[in-house]
């Protein structure tokens, strides 16, 4: 059974703080990991995708990529109000028939950033 | 750019009734479509995927089945549904291959079985 495990917080950061974002996958075969963003009541959304070990930069959102440790990370800089959200992490599997992407999906953590 | 769209945005049917949900991709061809349900607390499961027209793969047994009668539709449906199914009902697609393959989501349907 391959799992994806992110605490599911809630996370609180002050205005302005760096939130930082956590989450282990069991597959060391797993190639590809997203996070997305999911608003209370809304369907999640692409934030950034990363594939090699090492971080990968996109404005004020950073992804580290650990393969050895299992272990992949988001970080929040400058935490606004309009982050408050809950985070998914997804790995990818396998790829399926056709070559689609099989992704497992964490259960997310709730991220508040207070004024 | 491209657009995905789910309908409809909420449903509450009773125990027993049937059930379609569409969802309609626009502005790519071809792309690769995905049925996932969100239950309260947990994370999303695949249910079907569809690379073509008329291709079909389920990745969970239950009571609900899919279809793709065109290229940038997707449907999912029941003949009788559980209190079980009750759920967030997302879409998927991606157009990529292999381990890069990206996928966005549609707005979603929120059902409730009663």
């Known amino acids: 059974q391959k799992e994806v495990e992110q605490n599911s917080g809630p996370l609180s950061v002050p205005e302005g703080a760096i939130a930082s974002l956590n989450c282990t996958y069991s597959d060391r075969g797993s190639q590809s990991f997203f996070w997305y963003r999911q608003y209370s009541g809304k369907s999640p959304e692409l934030i950034m995708s990363?594939?090699?070990?090492g971080d990968k930069e996109d404005g004020r959102f950073t992804a580290q990529l650990n393969k050895a440790s299992q272990y992949v990370s988001l970080l929040i800089r400058d935490s606004q109000p309009s982050d408050s959200a809950t985070y998914l992490c997804?790995?990818?599997?396998?790829?399926?028939?056709?070559?689609?992407?099989?992704?497992?999906f964490g259960t997310g953590t709730q991220l508040k950033v207070e004024l | 750019s491209q657009t995905i769209h789910q309908w409809p945005a909420t449903l509450v049917q009773p125990v027993g009734s049937p059930l379609s949900l569409e969802c309609t991709v626009e502005?790519?061809?071809?792309?690769?479509l995905y049925w996932y349900r969100q239950a309260a607390g947990r994370g999303l499961q695949l249910l079907f995927y569809s690379v073509g027209i008329g291709q079909i793969s389920s990745e969970v047994p239950q009571n609900l089945s899919a279809s793709r009668p065109q290229d940038r539709q997707f449907i999912l449906s029941s003949k009788k549904l559980l209190l079980s199914d009750s759920g967030f009902y997302l879409c998927?697609?991606?157009?990529?291959?292999?381990?890069?393959?990206?996928?966005?989501f549609g707005p979603g349907t929120r059902l409730t079985v009663l």
């Open positions: 997804a790995v990818n599997g396998w790829i399926l028939t056709g070559g689609g992407n099989k992704l497992t």
């Open positions: 990363i594939y090699s070990n």
């Open positions: 998927a697609w991606s157009v990529g291959q292999g381990t890069t393959d990206t996928q966005y």
């Open positions: 502005g790519t061809s071809n792309p690769n």
